[in-house]
């Protein structure tokens, strides 16, 4: 499931949403790009959360053909079918991409 652009930037405090609109539409349109890319795999792009003063929203892309094994990153996700992941970042009305 890739969550929508408007639902995205509703996902959202108000107060940030007029502050990084703008960019994060573009960084936003620049993901799906790329998550495009990769239309026979497993592909998602989840609403923001909060962690502490940061709001992320993250995305991956994921080989369900590739077994599932015992391989976790530092946040306790399973790594082993990942293909590409990554997140947008939102923290002090400034977005970032980590990939």
Known sequence: ????FQELL???PED?????KNDLKQR?????KRLAE???HDRTFHKFYQSGDQWIAP???RDLSKPVLDQ????LQNTSQWLWAGCILV???RVSVHT
């Open 1 to 4: 499931m890739i969550v929508t």
């Open 10 to 12: 509703d996902s959202l």
């Open 16 to 20: 940030q949403r007029k502050l990084v």
């Open 28 to 32: 936003y349109h620049n993901i799906c």
């Open 38 to 40: 990769y239309m026979q």
């Open 59 to 61: 995305f991956e892309v």
């Open 72 to 75: 976790y990153n530092y946040h």
């Open 91 to 93: 923290q002090d009305g």
